[in-house]
């Protein structure tokens, strides 16, 4: 099982759970993580796990005893003598000290969770005027407060930090690269600024990328200067609305290029971003990832994901269609299939493309078992193919042309169902019984 073929949502959460280790807790930890990791590689889940929220439970942090706790293990304090209550008086007066400071304790965590909120949202409302300030892009992006420890040294005011949970202000960078184009290069060490472009300049990236791709421009450099406007955005810390749309825009890219790889990864990143409540296309998102299911044949996962699904999905338009060719597939409907193939809303029908031939040759196998021929014109209606010529390409490339008058005009050519029915059980146990989805995470 070597670390060179585990997927990269892996490495990453592998290189975190490293650097949230102590020496307190590495033994215990690390015996997990590798149980993690053998556990996932058993039951062939290694790419399909969500890892980013995986959980070793020797790394979570251990909250100290609240107030109240305290106070109910001494009510529950048994009857003692004399002697002993004069000792336990002695050790009550201390602990009314330990009380006091751990109250203020909770006290300062319930108002930092405040102040995490408020800044929340006025980051969610700054975005215009943060185009004006380079140094403000770092403000924006994370909590800062104005009595942090990690901006005007150690406050007394604020509760110990925890050892387990990594300063990551400190390895926060704010770039200070102009260029608006520049190549994507994987990240060996740790990022400069200088290499690094701004949140402004990344906005005016995005503005002329999507002007290229208007232009007709490779779609290889396009997906370079995706990647390395991603990353830009990643060593920042950049989690915003902006953020979404750059994910969003890219799968659609992909999509219409058939590159399944960026856009799972695209998807992969944008399920996490909707989770943190960042606005976007979450329906039409949301729709796409029923539709990629459909599509890995993967009904327990489906089936959970299509149960989370909020009434406001359910009432998108795209969801209804993409819920629509779910039911449609489970009954073996092909003739609502196809048109909803034809029908599908947004990018839908770039997804549906990558299992509609599998599904063209499934709904054959129904057809030559109901009819002895088969016109090819009714085939073109039914399976969805523009033209007759389109039809007959499509069984010439499964070696299905079993015609009872091959030298007719296509507009009159019949299918002999009882030779056509072996070839496509074969084909379809060849070709189509297994999925591969690039990139799938």
Request: glycine share 4%; proline share 5%; hydrophobic share 35%.
């Amino acid at each position: 099982m070597s670390s060179e073929s585990w997927p990269p949502q892996l490495k990453e959460w592998v290189a975190r759970c490293l650097g949230q280790m102590t020496d307190a807790n590495r033994a215990e930890a690390q015996t997990e993580l590798r149980q993690a990791i053998a556990n996932a590689f058993a039951e062939k889940t290694l790419w399909t796990t969500d890892w980013a929220g995986v959980q070793l439970q020797s790394l979570v942090p251990k909250a100290p005893p609240t107030l109240n706790t305290l106070k109910r293990k001494m009510n529950d304090t048994p009857q003692l003598s004399k002697k002993a209550k004069k000792a336990a008086a002695q050790k009550h007066a201390n602990a009314n000290i330990d009380f006091g400071d751990q109250a203020a304790m909770n006290r300062r965590a319930e108002r930092f969770q405040r102040e995490h909120e408020l800044e929340r949202q006025k980051s969610m409302r700054g975005q215009g005027s943060l185009q004006a300030n380079n140094q403000n892009t770092h403000l924006f992006n994370r909590i800062s407060r104005s009595d942090s420890p990690s901006v005007f040294g150690t406050n007394p005011d604020d509760p110990e930090a925890d050892p387990n949970v990594l300063d990551w202000d400190k390895y926060t960078i704010v770039g200070t690269n102009q260029e608006l184009f520049k190549d994507y290069l994987r990240l060996t060490s740790e990022p400069k600024p200088e290499t690094i472009r701004p949140y402004p300049v990344l906005q005016q990236t995005l503005i002329e990328l999507k002007k290229r791709w208007r232009e007709k421009v490779s779609y290889n450099w396009i997906c370079n200067q995706f990647k390395s406007l991603r990353q830009d955005l990643t060593v920042q810390r950049i989690k915003n609305e902006f953020t979404a749309q750059v994910y969003e825009i890219h799968a659609r890219m992909a999509l219409e290029s058939s590159d399944m790889v960026e856009y799972n990864q695209c998807q992969a990143t944008l399920k996490n971003l909707y989770d943190l409540g960042i606005p976007g296309k979450h329906e039409e998102f949301t729709a796409y990832r029923i539709l990629m299911l459909l599509h890995g044949r993967n009904k327990s996962e489906l089936n959970l994901y299509v149960g989370t699904l909020t009434p406001r999905q359910k009432r998108d338009s795209a969801v209804q269609h993409a819920l629509r060719v779910q039911r449609a597939l489970s009954m073996g409907n092909y003739h609502a299939l196809f048109e909803m193939y034809w029908n599908a809303p947004n990018m839908g029908a770039y997804i549906m493309d990558h299992f509609i031939d599998r599904e063209r040759i499934r709904a054959l196998m129904t057809m030559t078992k109901a009819y002895r021929t088969l016109a090819l014109p009714f085939i073109q209606n039914e399976l969805g193919f523009e033209t007759t010529t389109e039809a007959r390409e499509f069984l010439a490339t499964h070696s299905l042309t079993f015609f009872t008058n091959p030298n007719a005009p296509d507009r009159e050519k019949t299918v002999d169902c009882k030779s056509a029915a072996p070839q496509l059980a074969q084909i379809y146990e060849e070709k189509y019984r297994k999925v591969g989805i690039k990139g799938a995470i």
